[in-house]
């Protein structure tokens, strides 16, 4: 039998991702199989044992394939550059989440999966760490933001900046997590965008608050 090129060996990596993602979605992690994995795949379980160590390595390869939302908008999009509006700044960042959300399919179904179709319980603990990570990290940068905008006089410090960049980060959560149960409902950006708008100007000094 001829050896497999790397590209093959990839293609077949690949299959098995896409595989397990659509299965996780439909059933759920803990009832899904490598057996169902592999059937869907058209691989055999050897297939996989190949690529992934057990189940839990190949979810976190799934989760190491695709951006999540607020990775996003937090870690990697750098400081807001000098001469910029900080609340502007956080406000595009966390809209381009919620675009990613809405109009890329794979993201918004791998963010499912990690947040609706997964029990944090033995192996798969680590993915609940690193859902803890990626919330932190997007709170450290919404909260460096706020901390800015408050030395401008842009803010007004009656709320910690910590507090602020907590209740920001609840409200895009929790508009994601509303929306994904029914698409349908409501235009996640557009109303990502009017509501965080609104949350800032109440946040900003009362010598910058946009007139109503």
Known sequence: M?????????????????????????????????????????????AIYWHFKDKADLFNAMMDRAIMPFEEAGAGCGACPDGDDPLTFIQDRLLRALKLTAEHEPTR??????????????????????????????????????????????LSNRLPARAAALGLHALIDGLIQNWMLDPTAFDLVKIGRQVTQAYLTGLRAETQAVPA
């Open 2 to 46: 001829a050896r497999r090129t790397k590209d093959e060996a990839l293609a077949t990596r690949h299959a098995i991702l896409d595989a397990a993602e659509l299965l996780f979605q439909q059933r759920g992690v803990s009832r899904t199989s490598l057996q169902d994995i592999a059937a869907a795949a058209q691989v055999t379980r050897g």
């Open 109 to 154: 179904r791998v963010f499912e999966i990690a947040t609706h179709k997964v029990e944090y319980v033995d192996e798969l603990l680590a993915v609940r760490d690193r859902h803890l990570q990626c919330r932190n990290d997007c709170l450290a940068e919404v909260e460096r933001d706020l901390k800015r905008a408050m030395k401008l006089g842009l």
